[in-house]
């Protein structure tokens, strides 16, 4: 099994970064994919970012692309998601998610406990 524990969510104000982190323990060489997702109270899971997780290439939602980074340590194997130009409709609880299906296939096996991001006006 593969576990995930995220970090590095908090409160910022709109326009601000954040760093999320994600990193994985475990059987960690049947990792394909790593992803972002989020969800707001009363809301479905919304994908955010993907990445393959050896080699490129990546994934973004439209609702962040450009001001969202996924990236990857895999010597560290922890992922990352650098958030800039937050706006306070990014505000979520970020999830991290683990696959070992190739990216395009848009499955994970693992989730992360989620982090909380608000992100004031």
């Known amino acids: 099994q593969v576990q995930l524990v995220e970090s590095g969510g908090g409160l910022v104000q709109a326009g601000g970064s954040l760093r999320l982190s994600c990193a994985a323990s475990?059987?960690?060489?049947?990792?394909?994919?790593m992803a972002w997702f989020r969800q707001v109270p009363g809301q479905e899971r919304e994908f955010v970012a993907a990445?393959?997780?050896?080699?490129?290439?990546?994934y973004y939602a439209d609702s962040v692309k450009g001001r969202f980074t996924i990236s990857r340590d895999n010597a560290r194997i922890t992922a990352y998601l650098q958030m800039n130009g937050l706006k306070p409709e990014d505000t979520a609880v970020y999830y991290c998610?683990?696959?070992?299906?190739?990216?395009?296939?848009?499955?994970?096996?693992?989730w992360g406990q989620g982090t909380q991001v608000t992100v004031s006006s």
């Open positions: 998610a683990a696959g070992s299906a190739p990216v395009l296939v848009g499955r994970y096996e693992t």
């Open positions: 990445s393959s997780w050896r080699y490129g290439p990546t």
């Open positions: 475990g059987r960690t060489f049947s990792i394909a994919t």
